[in-house]
């Protein structure tokens, strides 16, 4: 399977990942691979990429783009399809091309799989703690800079939903918008006005004071933020269904299944996509025999 075909487009926009790993390639390689220029040019050699632990496989169109960006006739086989799971030691690619190619775009193919997969499994950790809940594990805006739309669809892989891309898809309230706005109804009314422009018009309340008032004044999606277990459980019996209820901050992976069960439906966790741990890989190549 090849993820750069027709037949079989990404799940993301295709000038999206080229452009993401033109910007890579460019910073990387720059006007010239010195160390790949040793090579004869005209040398072919085939090889794998494997994965040195267990991981939900994500980046693999990206991957496929540097490698191709490179060498436009590659011939590859993907051993782990993008969104399944492989184990340590499991061979996720297998290709076949120029030699000075394969090692110029190495570096950039394996950081987009190896950041990636870190985000996929992660999420997938995190999806797995809630499962019987109605909580559902969602993602921020603390995202590397210029890779959020690559981040983000790493937490759908993962199982994850995603919050808003930007500051220009969505509204969200937060403490120094109430205070500059001057109440929680006040900001609320302001909204209207950018409604239809808006996917989701959410505002953050800090207690269960705010929360009643953003209730009143027909909030239909409240961040609450920070609010301890037993707060929760009061503002989730406040809420009786009227709003979607989500949490946010100091969420660990110990505390999750609590949170998930008092009842709220989406849990947005920054370390998602902010503190990654890249999963290993390694590409290893061998001669053709002429």
């Not at 960006?69 to 091309?97: H, K, M, N, Y």
């Not at 110029?104 to 809940?133: C, D, H, I, P």
């Not at 037993?230 to 100091?250: F, K």
Request: net charge negative; with cysteine; aromatic share 4%.
């Amino acid at each position: 399977m090849t993820y750069l075909d027709a037949a079989t487009p990404p799940p993301i926009p295709l000038a999206q990942v080229l452009l993401d790993v033109a910007r890579a390639l460019q910073e990387d390689v720059g006007a010239a691979d010195l160390t790949a220029g040793l090579i004869d040019p005209t040398r072919r050699t085939r090889g794998r990429i494997v994965a040195r632990e267990a991981a939900v496989i994500c980046g693999a169109p990206w991957a496929e783009a540097a490698l191709r960006a490179l060498d436009p006739s590659i011939a590859l086989t993907w051993r782990v399809t993008e969104g399944q799971r492989c184990t340590a030691e499991q061979v996720v690619l297998e290709f076949e091309g120029n030699a000075r190619a394969l090692l110029s775009a190495e570096r950039t193919a394996l950081n987009f799989l190896q950041l990636l997969s870190g985000v996929a499994t992660k999420t997938a950790t995190y999806v797995e703690a809630v499962q019987g809940t109605r909580a559902q594990i969602v993602d921020t805006r603390k995202t590397l800079p210029g890779l959020r739309l690559a981040q983000k669809y790493a937490v759908r892989v993962g199982g994850g939903t995603n919050h808003r891309i930007g500051l220009h898809d969505a509204v969200l309230i937060k403490e120094n918008h109430i205070a500059a706005a001057g109440s929680v109804t006040a900001v609320l009314q302001a909204a209207q006005k950018v409604a239809e422009q808006a996917q989701f018009i959410e505002i953050e309340v800090e207690t269960l004071a705010q929360l009643e008032e953003a209730l009143t004044a027909g909030a239909q999606m409240i961040l609450l933020d920070n609010m301890p277990p037993e707060q929760l459980h009061a503002a989730v019996r406040i809420n009786a269904g009227r709003a979607i209820l989500e949490i946010s901050g100091g969420v660990t992976l110990q505390s999750l299944r609590a949170l998930a069960e008092t009842g709220v439906d989406r849990i947005s966790i920054g370390g998602l996509t902010k503190d990654v741990k890249a999963t290993d890989f390694s590409m290893r190549l061998q001669e053709i025999a002429a």
